[in-house]
């Protein structure tokens, strides 16, 4: 009987198989709208400054400091410039004109005075015919002006390449006017469970029955890791069912993940359809995720994860986290090196992946116990605590790798 490999060797089985996914990643234009969540191919450089023009930081008054350093003093009104304002206003010397936020600061003014230090003495804020506004304190040159280009200039690099675009990049991607990105392709993933206890989410589970939360686990996680979902199923353990899932996902799909049907028992589907076709389905040394296989069926990979809700997302964590990121352009996901807040007793032999949370400053403590189909307890767990093959009893204080979830 062949030995279990280890958590190195099938992880590079999985990295070569997956080999050209990540060196042939394509580069498409996608508009700024749809572009949320995507990876940006190359450095975004913007074609105006920001901001595109000198404007007011507050609603109040344009002046010139030197003819406020002496306040409180009054000064003509000699205009009302609202944000939108299109044409270029001239402010004559010892004179005012209100302004508000946004709006193009007039030529030959070098300040604005918030309107909570001024007062109309003369006129309406309603009607600035003839009005004279006292400014009751002095401001310096440059105060409440953003001056055009003060936070980014033209051709300088707006959003870097590898930048998962969220909210925030959007914006500063639509302030200077840009309509498309180049982004990063994303990886159309097949999502397969089986098991003919599975039911969708949603209903009643039977006696005997489960509902299907690998489906949704994985879907997420591969959309976290920059793919899209092309296809899911959910099968029986029949195989004829199997097989036939199997042919469309490969047909609609750079890449197949399946849960479940790969142990070493009895209504195995994925083993017994895969298996004839190539599929090495292995034993890797580690708990909970022993059971593993792969294959590669009409040049698609396929990459197959045992079944316990916790095996499934511990070896996609393991396994296939890293290899999909980086197609996606994504950086790794750095592990740690945290002290265990208590101690913890592991099986010898088998490189162990307990679920634990970060607590304090530098530590990290198990949650729930070591079952594959705790799920409540992963769902606790923001970290998975890695250790050696070789240990058996951890003591508290020990360093430790975790893994970040």
Do not use: Y
């Amino acid at each position: 009987m062949s030995m279990p490999r280890t958590v190195e060797e099938h992880a590079l089985t999985i990295e070569r198989m997956l080999e050209p996914l990540v060196a042939e990643a394509a580069i498409e234009a996608v508009p700024l709208a749809e572009a949320h969540g995507r990876v940006v191919a190359a450095d975004v450089r913007s074609a105006v400054d920001l901001p595109l023009f000198r404007n007011s930081q507050m609603d109040g008054f344009a002046v010139r400091a030197a003819d406020i350093a002496g306040a409180p003093v009054a000064l003509e009104v000699t205009g009302d410039i609202p944000a939108g304002h299109a044409r270029p206003v001239q402010l004559a010397a010892g004179t005012a004109i209100r302004i508000m936020t946004g709006a193009p600061v007039p030529d030959g003014a070098d300040t604005v005075v918030p309107v909570e230090d001024t007062e109309l003495v003369l006129g309406r804020d309603d009607d600035l015919q003839g009005a004279v506004v006292e400014v009751r304190l002095a401001r310096r040159p440059g105060e409440f002006v953003r001056e055009r280009g003060s936070d980014l200039r033209r051709g300088e690099v707006l959003v870097p390449a590898g930048t998962r675009l969220q909210a925030r990049h959007l914006a500063a991607l639509a302030s200077a006017g840009v309509e498309t990105v180049e982004v990063r392709a994303r990886l159309r993933i097949a999502i397969l469970t089986t098991g003919s206890e599975l039911v969708p989410t949603g209903g009643a589970a039977g006696f005997g029955q489960v509902f299907d939360a690998n489906g949704v686990a994985l879907a997420a996680l591969a959309e976290e890791s920059g793919a899209v979902v092309s296809f899911r199923a959910a099968t029986a353990d029949v195989p004829a069912d199997f097989a036939a899932a199997v042919e469309e996902a490969v047909r609609t799909s750079d890449l197949v993940i399946t849960s479940g049907g790969i142990s070493k028992g009895a209504f195995e589907v994925v083993r017994e359809v895969l298996q004839p076709r190539g599929a090495d389905v292995t034993s890797v040394a580690m708990q909970p995720g022993g059971p593993q296989a792969t294959a590669v069926i009409d040049g698609v990979p396929v990459v197959c994860f045992p079944g316990n809700p916790v095996s499934t997302q511990v070896s996609f964590a393991v396994f296939l986290r890293g290899p999909l990121r980086a197609a996606a352009g994504l950086p790794p996901v750095p592990t740690l090196q945290v002290r265990l807040r208590e101690a913890v007793r592991s099986v010898p032999g088998r490189r162990q992946f307990l679920r634990g949370r970060l607590v304090g400053t530098g530590e990290a403590a198990p949650v729930s116990g070591s079952g594959s189909h705790l799920v409540a307890g992963m769902a606790r767990a923001d970290v998975l605590i890695d250790l050696p093959a070789e240990a058996e009893d951890v003591a508290a204080g020990s360093v430790v790798t975790v893994w970040t979830l």
